[in-house]
Nanobody
């Protein structure tokens, strides 16, 4: 099982970013998927998940209405569209299955700062 995240970077408050995560080592379309994040000095937290049918479930109240998860089963890839970014969104973002496995990728750093 492997996850490779990409798309992070430095963005100004109010800006947008789209993260990608390509998964391998399992039958992708059979599993729900999710995005987690770990802010400096904090534990990793579950942000949002997507079901087999594409239903989004948001777990972090602070991102409601701003973050959307989607999936492309033909590419074994999920995406995280992040809009109206805030400095408190600064974190390393990770993807995983939902529920999560014990395998984690390297993550992608998102920094929101002016």
């Amino acid at each position: 099982v492997q996850f490779v995240e990409s798309g992070g970077g430095l963005v100004q408050p109010g800006g947008s970013l789209r993260l990608s995560c390509t998964a391998s080592g399992f039958t992708f379309w059979r599993y729900g998927m999710s995005w987690y994040r770990q802010a400096p000095g904090k534990e990793r937290e579950l942000v949002i998940s997507i079901s087999l049918s594409g239903t989004n479930t948001v777990y972090a109240d602070s991102v409601k209405g701003r973050f959307t998860i989607s999936r492309d089963n033909t590419k074994n890839t999920i995406y995280l569209q992040m809009n109206s970014l805030k400095p408190e969104d600064t974190a390393v973002f990770y993807c995983n299955r939902f529920p999560a496995t014990d395998y984690w990728g390297q993550g992608t750093q998102v920094t929101v700062s002016s």
